[in-house]
């Protein structure tokens, strides 16, 4: 295909844009619309689950060691431990590291001061690869013997394994809905240009066109409003989230909620958009276009 | 070069179009397809630039067999064969250059091409004075003549006119056939299609009649009967 071909099917695209002003504008706010809600759903995905990452890092269960075992059985038992499915880590904490971690942990109000360590007893801390299984886990802990007792934070880990399901589920009906969406009005501007243009259409057509040739123009258009809808939507996200996460950082003095700069998911967030626009830029015009090319 | 062998085209069970059409047209010669109405002839016209396929028989043109030509290659077919409507089919928000410049451009021709080619197309059917004109701003003979400059700008090997005087005065009607017999002269093979009795035999060329759906006369004497 020569050059100046590529020029003048650029050039038709963008005058269809402008043929149906209003139409093409209408096209691209419900695109920003539905890809600045796209877009938030991700970037909460994105914190949620670096969130959850962090909480099954620190989520340990403590197993306590029968304290009739001698120091060595006691350490024997994190062989075991460590042969169990889904453990991910197992750590030795002896009856005398336990007391000088507490007594530093409550220095102040002196609680464990003067406190013997026979008290207490051995302990492993085991952390799990994957937390949906500890129920499972730790009842294969207690079967191992010399294990007196567990504690274990199952509501916790399971509150929030359920959270990010069920948000990793809506947010992809969310996804898919509003795409859906997007793609049925940037399909349906790009018909009114083919309505509009049907004349044309069939003339090129008796004369020789290919169909490509007659589609391209109607695919620019499609992809123009695509990108431009992708674009401006990236834009706003990222105010948005800024202005977001600063508003909620400056509350939110527990630091309960840590969110990631927007700067940090700048390519990621990039990647979602731009294939968000060209998907439904170019998938709308051409599904468009088929129904009108069967002359 | 047209040559149909017995040639069917029946619409839906009951309507036989043509019920057996034959007939052979050279490259580079001048024919009228006469007939009353009704009996095929716009049939014909859809068969030779593949918008229909022939029920059975054997339709070939410019070395096209249309009978099992393939989807993709009906653009190339239709670049070998010039239309002219009897309703013109101008694009009415195109200015006379633009709608012929549009058809070269369809076709994939540059700019500097169609600059050239243009102007000239439009000076052979007498229209160079009115290039920045709309269709509606034009006499029915001018649409005419913007019409087969449409038809002619991408150099067709065939052109085929359906009623092209349909609605014309006999003056107009006899300069547009000059003007198609002058396209001829230059080597592109031409069919008319026409009811006008007159006007055929002022020219006396070939005539091809046919009546439901089948050739009822064929020769060089110029004569329409039917
Ligand atoms: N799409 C169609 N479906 C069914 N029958 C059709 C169709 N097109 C044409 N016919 C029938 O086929 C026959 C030939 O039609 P055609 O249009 O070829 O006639 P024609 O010679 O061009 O007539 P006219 O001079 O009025 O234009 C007619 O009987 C017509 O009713
Ligand atoms: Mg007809």
């Known amino acids: 295909m020569k050059i100046n071909n590529l020029g003048y099917l650029m050039k038709e695209g963008i005058r269809g844009i402008f043929l149906h002003g209003f139409m093409s504008f209408a096209a691209v706010c419900v695109t920003v619309a539905c890809l600045l809600i796209v877009g938030t759903f991700s970037s909460l995905m994105y914190n949620l689950n670096i969130i959850v990452e962090d909480l099954n890092k620190t989520n340990e269960i403590v197993v306590y060691v029968d304290e009739t075992l001698s120091d060595a059985e006691a350490r024997s038992i994190g062989t075991q431990l460590n042969r169990i499915e889904n453990v991910h880590n197992c750590v030795f904490v002896s009856r005398e590291e336990a007391l000088e971690n507490f007594v530093a942990d409550y220095a102040e109000r002196g609680t464990f001061n003067g406190v013997d360590a026979s008290y207490l007893r051995h302990r492993f801390v085991v952390t799990l690869e994957d937390n949906h299984l500890m129920e499972d886990t730790t009842a294969a802990i207690r079967s191992v013997s010399g294990v007196a007792d567990i504690s274990a934070a199952y509501e916790l880990a399971e509150g929030f394994s359920a959270l990010q399901d069920i948000l990793r589920l809506a947010s992809i009906v969310i996804i898919v809905v509003l795409l859906v969406v997007s793609l049925l009005i940037i399909s349906n501007t790009v018909k009114l240009a083919m309505y509009d243009r049907r004349d044309e259409i069939a003339v090129m057509k008796m004369v020789g066109a290919t169909n490509s040739f007659i589609r391209l123009p109607f695919v620019v258009e499609g992809f123009v409003l695509g990108m431009l809808g992708a674009g401006l939507a990236f834009l706003l996200e990222w105010l948005m989230y800024d202005a977001l996460s600063s508003r909620i950082a400056a509350i939110d003095t527990l630091k309960l909620f840590n969110f990631v700069p927007f700067r940090e998911m700048v390519w990621p967030m990039v990647a979602t958009f731009a294939a968000a626009g060209i998907f439904v830029g170019i998938v709308g015009s051409w599904t468009s276009i088929r129904k009108f090319m069967d002359v | ?226």
Not at chain 2, 53 to 66: E, I, R
Not at chain 2, 71 to 86: A, D, S
Not at chain 2, 125 to 144: A, D, F
Not at chain 2, 149 to 165: F, K
């Open chain 2, 1 to 226: 070069m047209i040559e149909f062998t017995n040639v069917v085209k029946s619409y839906s069970v009951g309507t036989h179009a043509l019920r057996g059409v034959s007939m052979q047209i050279e490259d580079g010669e001048f024919a009228f397809l006469v007939g009353p109405s009704g009996s095929g002839k716009s049939t014909i016209i859809k068969l030779i630039t593949g918008e229909l396929k022939p029920t059975s028989g054997m339709v070939h043109v410019n070395g096209y067999s249309l009978e099992r030509i393939r989807k993709r290659e009906i653009p190339y077919l239709r670049r070998t064969v010039g239309v002219v409507f009897q309703d013109f089919r101008l694009i009415e928000s195109k200015t006379v250059y633009e709608n012929v410049a549009f058809v070269m451009r369809a076709i994939g021709a540059g700019t500097k091409e169609i600059r050239d080619r243009v102007p000239y197309i439009l000076e052979l059917v007498g229209l160079e004075t009115k290039s920045r004109r709309h269709p509606t701003e034009l006499s029915g003979g001018e649409q005419q003549r913007l019409a087969i400059a449409r038809a002619l700008v991408n150099n067709p090997s065939t052109i085929i006119a359906d009623e092209p005087t349909g609605n014309l005065d006999p003056d107009r009607s006899l300069e547009i056939m000059s003007l198609l017999q002058e396209i001829n002269n230059l080597g592109t093979t031409m069919l008319v299609v026409t009811h006008e009795k007159d006007l055929v035999e002022r020219f006396s060329k070939r005539v091809i009649a046919i009546n439901e759906g089948l050739v009822v006369h064929d020769g060089m004497d110029g004569y329409y009967r039917i």
